[in-house]
């Protein structure tokens, strides 16, 4: 366990190096040296022999992360359309299922003998949910010769479980302070700062660290409820906001807690629950902000038509600041033109900003091996610039940085600069172990954790310390079983 | 046995063969199999060997908070859901077998009508009509109730919210009941009013006597069913439990075991403890209907 917990950190490093320092742009791709390839590939680069495989009908998978909204399925579908032009004969089937439903639904199928070939964009939670199901690329890359040199070998290394070879790197997802500048200059305060390590301007001249007290204090004044007052005046009215200044990354309360610092529930021995001290206290940040200070949504505001934002709340145009990871731009735009991005607040003078991490796994219950590998290598080489730009995933190839950003940045209904920088410099800081490492039994914990965090986003009057104890003595629990 | 009834007896058996076929591949083969698997370690990956692991399965059971806490959100739904599933199609199917009831056709297709309606469908408009600007609210609104609940996100008003959506769709229980009252003999009724018994008392002594077997079977279903509560919790809060593990019930943590934490052995287990409760139910149920089920034609 302790050592997966490692693998898990060394994954984010050693991602965080390869964003950094990888080398030229070129795509791995399948190159066969194997006997029992039949059909040729339509269109390899010219320099390279042409990847043969077995003709077969796969399957792809979405969406155990990102991927299912609206306006991406028809780019996935296209691209799923456009394997049988690179591999003639075999065809890739695009198969999308919510986000909510995705784990229950690939169990099942795996259950009943019905797997898909291709799963992804699938993150470190994805991957730890389905121990044991992956295939063992090692024998694909070494029969294909897969150009494996463009990745920093100990990011390669980081997708080598038990099981083998589980995954190549894709795409990283840094997380950052969104916040909306109209909103700020309208309660007359700068705006917050995009560099790390900057200090905050507060409106009475003086110069404050830019940490999770400060968020606080600016959340408070740019909570405001319909008669304008914000949440430090007296009269202000708590049932009738109409503008929060904060939202944390609520999706997760192991996510949550990791903007705080990087930790896992996993104590030392990998047996034992242990929930790091800076989760306990950004959840209960984010139990006071909704329940005592009101300068975040409660659970059923959250989910409101008038601010849910379809999706996350800063989309609604009504929130100030909020932090979540960069794959939010797929719906961003919704927020305004005039939202743009800062740097996470410290905590104890240390900044954590959590990180996601995506790649594709082939199940090792595919029937077709060789042509699955042929999708996968298809998906994370010829087709990964438009799948990154669709998901927002960073690039782990650098060359290929700066191109991404450019195309990100032209989107449609997106302000005319966005500080990418910021998201960027977010990778120094990525939360290691990382907050979806393993863990013992991990969907039953998940299953736990859901609970929790929505109990205390309905739920006010708690006493946080003995419900946070409760919920480390029932996954504990759910551990010992 | 004679030759005859011999040729019966194989013709019969051919005929049903289909349905025996089906049993034994949809009904009794499952069952068996997943008692066997009660006693083993599967698991969908099946990262340890297959073994046979004893009662190991059920004494977990008890040690699971998770099982517990999830028939107690169950239960606590039972007690609120079942007088209404009850008594609503009952006082509805009188109102409308009422000679006074004008446009009786008319409500009786307006009833009936939800049923009709998808399920999933139906939960998924209600998740609409209980939101904070949903109808439901808007209407509270209008009748001067400043701040309504937050029927989905409130432990306090969730579970009425789920009555008032499982009440829309009891069309089908009034047909069951309109179909019972309209079974009573008028003669019964003129024999009371001879003897001089009001409304409430032919209600009292000859509707609900009558009517006993009909209640009996609606409350036997309506204990299977609430046991069996899966998919409104499922498709209106995505199985979470929210809020705060309120909708977690007891064949929702049961699906989860089985198809996200991947244990088949423990599915199995909670499976059959789930049959266990229901047998038992129905057993004391069977028991004291003795007491106060009224069969008009048994002997």
């Keep these: 366990m302790r050592t997966r917990q490692l693998r898990a950190g060394a994954l984010l490093a050693t991602l965080v190096l390869a964003v950094g320092a990888c080398g030229p742009n070129t795509v791995g791709t399948p190159v066969p040296s194997g006997p029992g390839a039949s059909v040729p590939a339509a269109s390899t680069p010219a320099s390279q022999p042409a990847p043969s495989v077995p003709s077969a009908d796969l399957r792809w998978f979405c969406c155990l992360g990102t991927g299912q909204d609206p306006v991406q399925i028809p780019v996935e579908e296209e691209v799923a359309a456009a394997f049988a032009t690179s591999f003639p004969g075999s065809n890739l089937k695009f198969e999308v299922t919510n986000y909510d439903e995705a784990r229950d639904t690939l169990s099942t199928q795996i259950a009943s003998g019905n797997g898909p070939d291709l799963v992804g964009p699938v993150g470190v939670g994805g991957l730890a949910a389905f121990q044991g199901q992956w295939l063992d690329l090692g024998p694909q890359i070494e029969k294909w010769s897969y150009d494996l040199s463009e990745y920093d070998p100990a990011a390669v290394d980081f997708y080598k479980t038990a099981e083998g070879q589980i995954g190549i790197p894709f795409a990283v997802y840094p997380s950052m302070l969104w916040y909306k500048a109209d909103m700020f200059e309208e309660a007359g305060l700068e705006t917050p700062p995009h560099q790390y390590g900057t200090k905050y301007k507060m409106p009475d001249g003086t110069e404050v660290d830019w940490s999770y007290d400060t968020v606080l204090e600016l959340a408070k004044l740019l909570t405001v409820d319909k008669s304008g007052k914000d949440a430090t005046e007296a009269g202000f009215d708590p049932k009738s906001i109409v503008q929060y200044g904060f939202e944390p990354q609520r999706d997760d309360l192991r996510g949550l807690g990791a903007y705080w610092g990087a930790g896992s529930l996993a104590g030392a021995d990998g047996k034992t629950v242990a929930i790091p001290d800076a989760w306990k206290v950004a959840w209960k940040f984010w139990y006071d902000g909704m329940w005592t200070n009101h300068t975040i949504m409660t659970g059923s505001v959250a989910e409101s038509e008038e601010f849910s934002g379809g999706g996350y709340t800063f989309f609604s145009g009504r929130v100030a600041m909020s932090e979540n990871f960069l794959w939010t731009t797929y719906g961003v735009a919704d927020a305004g033109t005039d939202w743009d991005l800062a740097a996470i607040p410290s905590y104890n003078g240390k900044v954590t900003s959590p990180l996601n991490a995506d790649t594709f796994g082939v199940l090792k219950g595919t029937k077709n091996p060789d042509t699955a590998f042929a999708g996968l290598t298809y998906v994370l080489g010829e087709a990964s610039d438009k799948l990154l730009n669709l998901y927002g995933g960073m690039p782990a190839r650098t060359a290929k940085q700066d191109a991404f950003f450019e195309t990100l940045g032209k989107k449609e209904g997106f302000p005319e600069k966005v500080d990418w920088q910021v998201a960027k410099d977010s990778l120094q800081y990525a939360d290691n172990p990382n907050f979806e490492a393993p863990m013992p039994k991990y969907n039953e914990t998940l299953t736990i954790l859901e609970k929790y965090e929505s109990k205390f986003a309905t739920t006010p009057g708690l006493d946080m310390d003995k419900e946070i104890e409760a919920l480390r003595a029932e996954i504990q629990a759910a551990w010992d079983s | ?299």
């Design chain 2, 1 to 299: 046995m004679t030759p005859l009834a011999r040729r019966e007896a194989r013709q019969g058996l051919l005929f049903i063969s289909p349905w025996i076929v089906g049993f034994l591949a949809f009904t009794l083969i499952p069952m068996v199999a997943t008692l066997l698997f009660t006693f083993l370690n599967v698991t969908l990956a099946q990262a340890e060997p297959l073994r046979f692991v004893g009662l190991d399965n059920y004494a977990r059971l008890f040690g699971d908070p998770q099982v517990w806490q999830s028939l107690v959100v169950t239960f606590t739904f039972a007690a609120l859901w079942l007088p209404f599933i009850v008594i609503v199609p009952f006082v509805l199917a009188l109102a409308l077998n009422s000679r006074h009831t004008k446009g009786k056709s008319l409500f009786r297709t307006l009833f009936f009508m939800p049923y009709v309606v998808p399920f999933v469908a139906g939960i998924l408009a209600w998740q609409q009509m209980f939101a904070d600007t949903g109808w439901l609210n808007d209407f509270l609104r209008f009748l001067g109730w400043k701040n309504p609940p937050a029927w989905l996100f409130d432990i306090t008003f969730i579970y009425p919210a789920l009555v008032i959506l499982g009440i829309w769709g009891i069309g089908a229980g009034i047909i069951v009941n309109l179909a019972g009252l309209r079974g009573i003999p008028t003669e019964l009724y003129d024999a009371a009013k001879i003897d001089g018994a009001n409304s409430r008392q032919q209600l009292r002594y000859v509707t609900i006597p009558m009517m006993s077997p009909v209640i009996f079977y609606t409350i036997i279903l309506g204990v299977v069913e609430v046991l069996q509560y899966f998919l409104v919790p499922l498709v209106l809060k995505a199985g979470t439990g929210e809020p705060g593990g309120s909708t977690f019930f007891y064949n929702l943590y049961l699906y989860k075991v089985f198809f996200n934490f991947q244990q088949m052995s423990y599915g199995a287990t909670l499976a059959w403890l789930l049959f266990g409760i229901t047998l038992l139910f129905t057993v004391i149920l069977f028991r004291t209907s003795r007491r106060w089920v009224y069969y008009a034609g048994e002997r």
